[in-house]
Nanobody, 121 residues
Framework: QVQLVESGGGLVQPGGSLRLSCAAS????????MGWYRQAPGKERELVAR??????YYADSVKGRFFAARDNAKNTLYLQMNSLKPEDTAVYYC????????????????WGQGTPVTVSS
């Protein structure tokens, strides 16, 4: 089992920045592919970023503004979000799986509880 706990969400003005964190416990963190999904009200869940050994994927909607990173020593995944837009408003979920393909396909084995991000003036 892997437990994932997100933090760092909140209210931010358009153009602002937030950094989300995801603390992982339960298994060897470095062996897992990790990612961030988001879901806005009334919309489908969207893969925002996926990070595995040697590669990182970003959705076109966030490319150049969001940056994912992992600290294996701290068992923590991060999502630095810059130049935030109102359309970035969503609940953000940290995910983990031994397979980055399952993360890409939308069915990773482990999900956090989500942290809400609201971008509004």
């Amino acid at each position: 089992q892997v437990q994932l706990v997100e933090s760092g969400g909140g209210l931010v003005q358009p153009g602002g920045s937030l950094r989300l964190s995801c603390a992982a416990s339960g298994r060897t963190f470095s062996g897992y592919a990790m990612g961030w999904y988001r879901q806005a009200p009334g919309k489908e869940r969207e893969l925002v970023a996926r990070i595995s050994s040697g590669s990182t994927y970003y959705a076109d909607s966030v490319k150049g503004r969001f940056f994912a990173a992992r600290d294996n020593a701290k068992n923590t995944l991060y999502l630095q979000m810059n130049s935030l837009k109102p359309e970035d408003t969503a609940v953000y979920y940290c995910v983990a799986d031994l397979s980055f393909i399952r993360i890409a396909q939308g069915n990773p084995a482990y999900w956090g509880q989500g942290t809400p991000v609201t971008v509004s003036s």
